[in-house]
């Protein structure tokens, strides 16, 4: 989700650039909401769950490029598949099958501005990568304000797939209570299989609104109705920058200046460890990930208060205790 998000900033950099390419993009079905109604993408080509059988959708299509952005063996059969000329990045598998390897971009760039190097090295002029995107869905939207009463909310999204980017539920309900206290509604969301995160958390915070089961349209004109989004690294937290909302990430394991929310108001709150980055699956210096639990509710809490403070938010000012 975080990878598909982050391609819409280069995206529209090209398409301001060359209006004229059509552009379609491979994408698997649980991400190609990503792209949803975006106006710089022609075409949402969505894979099948065997193999094949979008390796025979594609040997019948034709393309000026191709451009792998993942340099695995599943990217390297698609992009044989169709017809034209194939562009890879230096280090790929079978590096000899692709009409032309792009160099590597530098590995301490923001994803953004990597994949930028990449559309550069084929002809995009663009300096500054554009913000994020993703479309408004008006028909969603209205169902939200009907849902929440036009209340103002903050949105926390409080789960993650890595154990090693899971800040602790305690240190969200705290953070919840906060914002209540200073009037501010609280809406938990999750994704499949994370209910029993924001139920834990929702314990702890009666007056919370839990939504589950939200398409990423709905999901998205959520955050972008809320005066602020307070979650982990996550592919959501994107999804708040491509709405525009003020972001707060709690971080761990994975690096921040590579993946941070890029170009909205936000703070990362992350202490440092030799040992970060790191994968992420597990930790290899401790029985528990320290990173993310070394992060305090109290630095959440005043990276919240300067974040509201950049905004200038409509809100009551953070109670303070």
Not at 22 to 36: A, G, I, T, W
Not at 61 to 66: D, E, T, V
Not at 67 to 94: D, I, K
Request: hydrophobic share 40%.
């Amino acid at each position: 989700m975080g990878d598909c998000l982050l391609l819409t900033s280069p995206l529209r950099a090209l398409k301001q650039e060359f209006p004229g390419f059509k552009v379609s993009v491979l994408v698997d079905p649980r991400f190609s909401d990503c792209f949803d109604l975006n106006s710089d993408v022609d075409e949402i080509l969505v894979t099948s769950n065997e193999k094949y059988q979008t390796v025979g959708r594609l040997l019948i299509r034709r393309f000026h490029a191709i451009v792998n952005l993942h340099g695995g063996p599943t990217g390297l059969s698609y992009s044989c598949a169709a017809w034209g000329r194939r562009f890879g990045v230096e280090g790929y598998q079978y590096d000899r099958l692709y009409s032309a390897l792009i160099p590597r971009p530098a590995l301490d760039l923001h994803t953004v501005e990597a994949t930028m190097e990449l559309f550069r090295w084929l002809g995009v002029h663009a300096e500054n990568p554009p913000p994020l995107h993703y479309a408004p869905h008006p028909e969603e939207a209205d169902w939200l304000r009907e849902t929440l009463r036009d209340r103002p909310y903050v949105v926390i999204h409080p789960a993650t797939r890595m154990e090693t980017k899971q800040w602790s539920t305690a240190g969200f309900a705290s953070v919840g209570n906060l914002l209540g206290r200073s009037g501010w509604h609280t809406v938990l969301t999750s994704g499949p299989g994370e209910e029993a995160v924001v139920g834990e958390i929702a314990q702890d915070l009666p007056a919370s609104v839990m939504l589950f089961g939200l398409t990423m349209p709905q999901l998205a004109e959520l955050i972008r109705g809320a005066r602020l989004y307070v979650g982990n690294d996550s592919g959501p937290m994107h999804l708040a920058a491509a709405v525009g909302t003020p972001t707060l990430a709690v971080w761990g394991s994975s690096d921040s200046k590579r993946w941070r929310p890029w170009r909205v108001a936000h703070r990362v709150v992350q202490n440092p460890f030799d040992c970060n980055p790191c994968a992420g699956y597990q930790c290899d210096v401790a029985e528990t990930p320290l990173c993310i639990e070394s992060v305090t509710t109290r630095q959440v809490e005043e990276a919240i208060q300067s974040l509201l403070q950049e905004t200038g938010a409509d809100t009551p000012a953070l109670a303070t205790h």
